[in-house]
């Protein structure tokens, strides 16, 4: 019984990730119900937990109206009690499965998007929210970028061809930043091809995986030369410490 992972379109760039086999499905961070529902109803799919990683708005909007079409359903979800729907309340080193999926998940505490932000690992992939974008990361909305740093850093020590399944299409402007910071970066320009010609046929760019992420991602390549030579001139300074770096960073992609 194989799973499958479908991007379901969401206002303006998110995506609702639908782990589904031919008769069950299971939802990640749905901020909007109506696509939700008529993905299960196109397809025949019974809806049989919710999954969400952090409290925003646009990941929780849509749980009320699924759990009036799907009532006594699972919603698993971090330790924040201002998210009222959730059942399972997870934290990190807590593992789940979805049992009608036979999917497994070990959860991982990943804060600085949001404190609350946990994300979701097994072998079909990684489900991380906005904490890990493609070429980008999330906004630092509650935390520090230290905290935001050292969860990035728990997410590139998973398996290099771990499937990285982000909410938002973010990808081609995150490679306009990511051009700016670190111009050189061969595997970056390849990238930027890549993904315009999937843009212009209205495809994701997501999944992307570990390995492409470590390759392109500026906030994962605080080491690199290039960009710690561009970020410490564009703060007029020179940074020391990789963390110093992608705070720079951080704020230098915050007003670009
Ligand atoms: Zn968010």
């Excluded at 009320?64 to 979800?77: C, K, Q, S, T, W």
């Excluded at 080193?93 to 690992?121: M, N, Q, R």
């Excluded at 909410?167 to 910071?181: D, G, L, S």
């Excluded at 046929?201 to 080491?223: A, M």
């Amino acid at each position: 019984m194989s799973v499958s992972v479908f991007p379901i379109k969401a206002f303006n760039d998110n995506y609702i990730w639908c782990l589904h086999n031919k008769t069950q499905c299971s939802v990640v961070d749905p901020g909007d119900a109506a696509p939700v529902l008529a993905y299960c109803q196109d397809n025949q799919l019974t809806l049989s937990a919710i999954i969400i990683t952090h409290h925003h708005w646009d990941h929780t909007g849509g749980i009320d109206a699924l759990l009036a079409a799907f009532p006594n359903i699972p919603v698993y979800g971090p330790q924040n009690k201002n998210i009222k729907q959730i059942t399972v309340r997870l934290s990190q080193g807590d593992d789940i499965e979805l049992a009608l999926l036979g999917v497994k998940f070990s959860i991982l505490e990943v804060p600085g998007h949001t404190l609350d932000h946990i994300a979701y690992y097994g072998d079909i992939g990684l489900f991380c929210g906005d904490t890990l974008f493609s070429a980008g990361c999330g906004r630092l909305f509650e935390g520090t970028p230290q905290q935001m740093f050292a969860s990035l850093s728990k997410l590139t020590a998973l398996p290099a061809d771990t499937a990285v399944y982000c909410t938002h299409e973010y990808t081609m402007a995150n490679i306009a930043f990511a051009e700016a910071v670190e111009p050189n970066n061969q595997a970056l320009i390849d990238y930027k091809r890549w993904v315009n010609q999937q843009r212009a046929e209205n495809t994701p760019t997501l999944p992307s995986n570990i390995q492409r992420e470590l390759d392109v991602n500026p906030f994962l390549r605080c080491h690199s030369a290039e960009l710690v030579a561009n970020v410490s001139q564009n703060m007029g300074a020179m940074l020391a410490s990789e963390q110093e770096i992608f705070a720079s960073l951080r704020s230098w992609k915050d007003n670009f």
